[in-house]
Each structure stands twice: as structure tokens, then as C-alpha cells.
């Protein structure tokens, strides 16, 4: 299984349980809000709010919660000015991490990130070093026990691009500003799925031969996923099926 499609099945199993969380909503919140400032209020009109205003539902955050945020975007309602900032850097044994945050205090954000690498093992690089192993795309996660006709006839007119069996799950992709329109041809034709997201897929990946190694690579993805500045975190490593087995 790729290094995206295993963190991302975490996350989705630790969104599902932290769901009441008031971390996991203020990161959801502020997504919406500042998608709308960047893009408007209009989610019609608006890709990445409508694919965020539909994230932060599926992870049960009150509609009167995101509709304050959208306002806020919009300056309808007073709100915190946040800037989007990227860091590049490495995990153990040479993986490579792209951390998207929404950050109040560049200052505060960039050195709480650099320590966290430091003291696990992994180092901060320069931009533009890590970012070309990576490509934006909208992914959609499915039960491996889903038809593979199925899914593609519900999704490729919709603008899916490819549909890749990886060990138990599907992942689906198209292009980012395709994927509210493959997740409601989805929908529509009732096709279930796990979680349908913006991400960034690795162009390459570094092999994870070791429970040893996976534990530290994912220990250090799990602390930067947890601060409440980090909006989502991208590794191009490759972890083989039995040692994920061995990490349950």
C-alpha cells in the first residue's frame, strides 16, 4: 500500500474517532474560512469550499458552525487573517514530508515545525525541494469489496482519472476541481466510499521495510498532524502489507 493511501486511511479512522474533538472542527472551520476569503462564499462557484464545506460535514461540524466561517471568509462576520504557509523537509530514513498550514503567527508556526522534525529524527529543506515529488489531486478512497465496474461507471463521466486497487482499498482520482462532481455522481448512483479529499499523491515512493522504521516515520507524521496549525501532512513512503500488520 502507497505511503498516501495508509496515512490517509489513518487519519480518516482517527478523524472518525476524534470527531468531538474541538481540534479536529477549529482545523475544519478554519479550512472553510479561509477557502471562502480566497475563492468567495458562493460554494457553486467555489471548488475547494465546496469540496471543505462538504469535508467538515462528513466529520459531523454544525452547518450553522461552517456557515459562520464562511462569513467570516467573506468579512460578513469579524475573523482571525490567516496565511497559508508550506514547509518541505524530510522524515526518517529519507521519506518526504509536504506540511500545508493555516498559521496566525508564521514566526511561532515555522519553529514549532522545524522542532518537530528536529527532534524526531527528520530535517527542514528548502522550498521547492520536496514539492515536485508531488501532485496535486482530488482522491476518493474505497472498500476494496466495491465493483470495480461499478465505480467507474458511476464516476468516469463525472472526470475521474484512474482507479488503483491498493491492497483491500480503491483510490480513485481526478483532477482537484473535479472531485465535488465525481463525489456526487458517486453519491448519486449510490456507490459508497470512504472519504473523498484534495491531496497530494507522491510521484515516487521510499520503501519502509521495517516495523522499526514505520514507527518512526508515522510517530513524526502523527505529532505534526496533531498541532493545531498543520491543516495536513503529505509522505511519499511505501509500507509493505506485513508491516502494517505488524503496527495494528
Known sequence: MSGHSKWATIKH????????????????IKQVEVSARQG??????????????QKARDASVPIDTIERAVKRGTG??????????TYEGYAPHGVALYVETLTDNR????????????????????PGSVAWQFQRKGVVLLAGTVDEDEIMMAALDAGAEDLVDEGGTWRLTCEPTDLPTVREALETAEVPFESADVTMLPTS??????????????RLLDLLDDHDDVQDVFANFDIPTEVLESLD
Open 13 to 28: 479512522k482517527k478523524g472518525a474517532a476524534d470527531q468531538k474533538r474541538a481540534k479536529l472542527f477549529a482545523k475544519l
Open 40 to 53: 468567495g462564499g458562493d460554494p457553486d462557484s467555489n471548488p475547494t469550499l465546496r469540496t471543505m464545506f
Open 76 to 85: 460578513e462576520l469579524e475573523g482571525v487573517e490567516y496565511e497559508s504557509i
Open 107 to 126: 514566526n511561532r508556526t515555522g519553529a514549532e515545525v522545524r522542532s518537530m522534525l528536529t527532534k524526531n529524527g527528520g530535517s527542514l529543506a528548502e
Open 205 to 218: 515512493t521510499v520503501a519502509i521495510d521495517t516495523t522499526e522504521a514505520a514507527k518512526a516515520v508515522l
